[in-house]
């Protein structure tokens, strides 16, 4: 099936250090059955530049090579606006489309012109099924999120559940999806301002969710797309300043959408504190082992 007006699709994928697992994304983005593609990507001073000739792609493409690592949302940015699509599919480097996947959600987008972002099913590499969505994150929710130390007592497991959602097997309006594959129309996009660049990474994703959402816009997850997410093999990174990274951009997205709530604030401001202290213990007693 091929829409009427077959709307452009501009893919922007941000790499950092993530050269080795770009080849595969792009050729899994060559089998789509969705055939007006363009790729854009967007190297964010890579310590190692991807070089043109190792970029081989049956859509047109263009590579982008920043001065200085921008960060993701604004990586994001700018290819958006390099972009000469109606739509945008943001895609991880080591994100892997279905050929049926891209097809999938652009026809929920042009289901319904309130639509204006939607998501497919995650897979881990082993074919299991991922989170794919969540609810809005408040207080409550974070205390409990995967990545909190709380998460991991028995006592406060089913916690969890009220943040990271079940697996579903139907086309849903849901709160939050990640920008692991995201399909968002430019036009709500670019009126929301885009990812607000103030999260260098992390949470950027579930901040524009909130604002389409405020701006009376739907957000969908579409397990009929399925993406595999390889994201252990992914960017070569220091894990302790992406947990850092992540820590800020948590606090941060608390602060913006929930800025009356001091007290609460400074509990998840301690909360992440502590989190940092736990993973620096087990750091040290690697290292000692080591």
């Known amino acids: 099936m091929r829409f009427v007006q077959n709307p452009k699709i501009s893919v922007v994928i941000v790499l950092y250090n993530s050269g080795h697992v770009i080849e595969e994304t792009i050729e899994a983005l060559d089998r789509s059955i969705y055939d007006n593609l363009e790729l854009l990507l967007i190297d ?9 000739a190792e970029i081989k792609c049956r859509f047109p493409c263009r590579l982008y090579r ?79 999120s995967r990545k909190s130390p709380l998460s991991h007592l028995s006592l406060f ?43 260098f990474m992390y949470a950027e994703d579930f901040d524009l969710c909130v604002m389409l959402r405020k701006r009376g816009f739907k957000v969908y997850h579409q397990p009929k797309a399925r ?13 302790r300043k992406l947990n850092i990274e992540h820590n800020r951009s948590i606090f941060r997205f608390y602060r913006k959408h929930y800025p009356n709530n001091i007290f609460r604030s400074m509990a998840l401001l301690i909360l992440l504190c502590i989190k940092r202290l736990i993973l620096e213990i087990g750091n040290w007693r690697e290292s000692k082992i080591g």
Not at 47 to 52: K, N, Q, R
Not at 117 to 141: E, K, W
Not at 227 to 239: E, Q
Request: charged share 25%; aromatic share 10%.
């Open 227 to 239: 993406v595999y997410h390889d994201w252990r093999n992914g960017a070569v990174a220091d894990i």
């Open 44 to 52: 964010n001073a890579s310590d190692v530049a991807l070089a043109p």
């Open 66 to 144: 920043l001065e200085k690592n921008l960060g993701f949302g604004q990586g994001c940015n700018f290819g958006v606006g390099k972009s000469d699509g109606d739509y945008i599919l943001f895609l991880n480097p080591d994100a892997r489309v279905e050929p049926d996947s891209i097809h999938s959600m652009m026809e929920v987008l042009a289901s319904d012109e309130k639509a204006a972002a939607v998501g497919p099913q995650l897979l881990s590499p082993d074919g299991s099924r991922m989170p794919s969505y969540r609810f809005t994150p408040d207080f409550g929710r974070l205390l409990f």
């Open 157 to 199: 497991s089913r916690m969890k559940q009220r943040y990271i959602g079940l697996p579903m097997d139907e086309l849903s309006e849901v709160e939050v999806i990640p920008a692991t594959a995201m399909l968002v129309r430019k036009e709500a996009f670019l009126e929301i301002g885009g990812f607000d660049e103030r999260f």
